[in-house]
């Protein structure tokens, strides 16, 4: 059975705040909950990959954290952990409630840093069926090392000073500084790594989406260096399916390899390569992977096709128990 590519906009409430989304009915029961990327709003980091998901039956709920896109939230363009962290369970809750859901079959889905939420939020919601992390930041201290190869010394610590002169100014109600999403190395950007440059024309290669302002508040970079979400993989008691990209310079392969290994149920796609190659020469590939994977463990055997697609797909048994001492999300 189809699922209808007829969406609707909808809208639930975040700490007073009013996130906006975009609702896909469904057929089969099952739904999967999305957001995009840094900073990246809703339709560049979900469309691509909603349609697919709603065409094999599923519903999906896409939706803009607070301060960015469609949603409500001042100032703009601000990026904080503990709200998104929010923002996903408002998500959660929100679409546990919807017609022809059922509150059994709820699956998350995020890309890039919102990947690495996925984590957290999977371990904090054992009520959820399944997890897609997708080329996700799983330690932001070896991502901000690794950036840092990429970058030149004066514009890491323009972007540095920015950020800090940034949230200075927050306290005094200024406006927001912005910096770019992503640059070549010596623009005072947050991603000058090679597969990250252009990543805005890769989300939107046709400027379809005008609206989608590709900048963020500088201060919004300071914390990213101390959340490693991965390490919450060790909690995430039901199937998780992590998605790397083995030339990600962005978003390293091994942390979220490492985070699959300690989750019980980790499941682990690997494609070519870098960041954004899912949403490029691996989508298909991609795709493929995901709605088995969403088949698998949100269907009964009745409903799941046989039809299987070679992926190099790895499941990872290994647990850790690292204990998660995130700065970021104190």
């Not at 889905?109 to 959820?128: D, I």
């Not at 770019?180 to 090679?194: I, K, M, R, S, Y």
């Not at 796609?269 to 954004?276: D, F, I, S």
Request: glycine residues 12%.
């Amino acid at each position: 059975m189809h699922g209808s590519t007829e969406r609707e906009k909808v809208r639930f409430t975040s700490g007073g705040t009013a996130c906006a989304a975009w609702y896909y009915p469904g057929t089969n029961g099952g739904c999967v909950i999305m957001a995009g990327g840094f900073a990246v709003t809703k339709e560049p980091g979900t469309d691509r990959f909603a349609r697919p998901f709603n065409e094999a039956g599923f519903a999906v709920l896409a939706f803009d954290y607070r301060h960015l896109g469609e949603s409500g939230g001042r100032p703009r363009q601000i990026v904080r952990i503990k709200e998104q962290l929010a923002d996903w369970q408002a998500a959660i809750d929100f679409a546990a409630r919807l017609p022809g859901v059922d509150p059994d079959k709820l699956a998350i889905w995020g890309f890039s840093a919102s990947g690495g939420h996925v984590f957290r939020v999977a371990a904090r919601n054992p009520q959820l069926a399944a997890a897609i992390a997708q080329t996700p930041n799983a330690d932001g201290r070896a991502a901000a090392l690794n950036m840092m190869r990429h970058q030149k010394p004066l514009a890491a610590l323009r972007l540095t000073g920015r950020g800090v002169l940034d949230a200075l100014g927050g306290l005094a109600g200024r406006p927001p500084r912005l910096v770019a999403l992503d640059g070549e190395p010596g623009e005072v950007a947050l991603l000058t790594t090679p597969d990250a440059i252009g990543g805005g024309r890769v989300l939107d290669p046709d400027g379809r989406y005008a609206d989608w302002q590709q900048a963020v508040a500088a201060r919004s970079a300071l914390p990213l260096g101390f959340y490693r979400p991965g390490r919450d993989a060790v909690r995430v008691r039901f199937p998780l399916l992590v998605v790397v990209c083995d030339q990600d310079t962005a978003a390293l392969a091994p942390p979220s390899v490492a985070a699959q290994r300690r989750a019980p149920r980790g499941e682990l796609v690997r494609l070519p390569g870098g960041h954004y190659a899912p949403f490029k020469e691996a989508h298909e590939a991609a795709v493929a992977a995901e709605l088995d994977f969403l088949r698998r463990h949100l269907l009964g055997p009745a409903e799941t096709t046989t039809e299987t697609t070679d992926t190099g797909t790895d499941t990872g048994t290994d647990a850790d128990t690292d204990a998660d001492t995130d700065a970021a999300d104190t």
